[in-house]
């Protein structure tokens, strides 16, 4: 109902501008032109058509939303969902990708759109200049006047240069323009998808943008190419085109060029409608090709495993069914071209073509008012009137064959705003964390909702303190309802419990990766906690860069810390023969994740954790893949360096280390409480011996029951 009130209003208000100007029409139909007054009708009419699709399309969107009922997605792009159109929203989406990209008049980008408008002109000036000249050479040699002949093929050459300096001009321009363009939105799309965590957000919390890494590098370099582009091709006809209407109209009366006009928009409109969605059509083929490089980049990252398995067919399949899909796309979009194409082509030139040479003869048929009443027209007065105005209808024609053929340009640049502008839009969702993330519950979602709705609150304290803390997947399942305790500096806590009952959870939302959905999470700063989780992350850069990532080599030397001071960490972690490794030692690069193996890659990342000395450390199975010696090493210094520390571990091995226990029972529920390892320690192996003696109950059963028989 909404809806509805609040379009009609400017359908009604469109109405009333129509008959006030009906009025004032008649009522000074001395001093209002004819033309003057059809030109603004249609434009009225036009914005009523306008109104009228408009409404229906919003009517459309709020059916399909309530019909939806909530805000879950179903998984797919969120570019792949949006109808892509020239709606308000297309152009509200280009103003802020234009504000983005030429940031003010005083910018480079301005000064360079100015530059390039300018050798628009120019060529447009000359180009009616050559045309004059053309006509000249023709008179010179009609007459055989074989002087003036040589002469403006002289003038004819002396303008070529001014010519092609000018179209090279425009060239280097449009690059110029596409470059500058890429550059601003890179580095605004750089700044957003690199701060507040949103890179994490995008491919963890949020289900909308497949694949940042393609729009990033591929879809904005596109969206830049394609505004480039579309300026030059549009400029120069639309100028083209008032120089010639403007020149027509005043020789065939501003009626014929209105009424030519109105049938011309009338089947500009018939050719629209029948313009299949090339916008949508290049966003899907834009998301494909994410899809299939995604894939490809994939199969390198996991190349090792993918061999061990002997993964390739499966693989093949995969990338095959992927590249099939893509072409298949693209295929039908060329089929559309196709008929697109000759439909196109019949109208701009046929059926323009007729219309315009009607528009020709209305001089010849009909007596125009400035012509003299009575007055008699020669055959030559004709011949060169119908000539003159064919020539500037040529102009004309073609330039708006043009504009039109720049229609489906148009619908391709709003592909490419749409891809570009959604991702824009999810950065500024997540920022503000707004997630839409397909919601899979199966445990009681109306509770789940409730607990989802909820905000939390964040203190930064000393000490860590979880109060009434749910832990909730970004797939909406509740892990824990509720979950509290406390932990002092100096006290190692160690949790456990079954695989994905939301250990590592509890440290993203500690992390701040994850939303706090309710309670209070007291906590240091994020400078203060350590991260080091089972596959450390290993950046590109020199060997040095890998003990003190994400530190700079100038941070680490505003620090004072000396590469002999680093060299004695890895000695600890018996990790000093890695300097030697390279001729370069220190400053060495490699593919270190591929270099190091993965219990090195582990000692590696202890050596990063000596090396920041943090409050706090988050140690997510990181010992998994080195020796009982090893571990012993890297604990005993972490506590000596003071670090407290927070073990997610199944070993029993690392119990020792640890003050206090969290255990989740993968219910939702657990239990926190002191940890004396060496009690704990005897009671689990009684367990176990208990649980190999009932193991043998049966086994004893049936062997007395074999004796009693006996
Ligand atoms: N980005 C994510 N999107 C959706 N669900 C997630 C995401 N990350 C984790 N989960 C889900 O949250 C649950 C808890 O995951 P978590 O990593 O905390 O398990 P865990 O207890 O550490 O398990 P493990 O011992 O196997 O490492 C799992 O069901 C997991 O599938």
Redesign the pocket.
Known sequence: MAVQSKLVLPDRSIKSAIAQLTNLYISNRTRISRAVYLTLLLALVNRVRHAISEQKAASAREQAKRRSGTTSSDGTDATAKKKVELNREFFRSLLRLLRIVVPSWQSKESRLLLSHSVFLVIRTLISLKVAEMDGAIVKALVKGNGREFLLRIFWWMLIAMPATFTNSMLSYHQAELSLKYRTRLTQYIHDKYLSQLTFYGIS??DDRIKNPDQLISVDVAKFSNSLAELYSNLAKPILDMTIYTYSLSKSVGGEGVVFMSLLVQLSANVMRALTPPFGKYVADEARLEGEFRFQHSRLIDHGEEVALYSGHEAEKDTLDKGYFTLIKHVNYILRRRFYHGVMEDFVIKYFWGALGLLLCSVPVFFKLPGQLAGGVVSMGDRTETFVTNRRMLLGASDAFGRVMFSYREVMELAGYTSRVASLLEVMDDIQAGHFE?KLVSSSGTEDNAAVLAGRGTVVESKDIQFLDVP?I???G?V?VRALSFTLRQGDHLLVV??????????F?ILGGLWPVYGGTVHKPPFSDIFYIPQRPYLSRGSLRQQITYPDSLRTVRARGVTDAQLLDMLKILGLEHLVDLYPEGWDAEAEWRDVLSGGLQQRVAMARLFYHKPRYAIL??CTSSVTLETEKVMYDNAKALGITLMT?S?RRSLWKYHSKILQ?DGQGNYIFTQLDAEKRLKLEDEKEDLDVLLRQVPEIERRIGELTAE
């Open positions: 963890a919390l993330k832990i997947s970004p797939n399942d892990l419990g079954p695989n994905g009952c939301g250990k590592s959870s509890l993203r997510d199975e997610v199944h989740f």
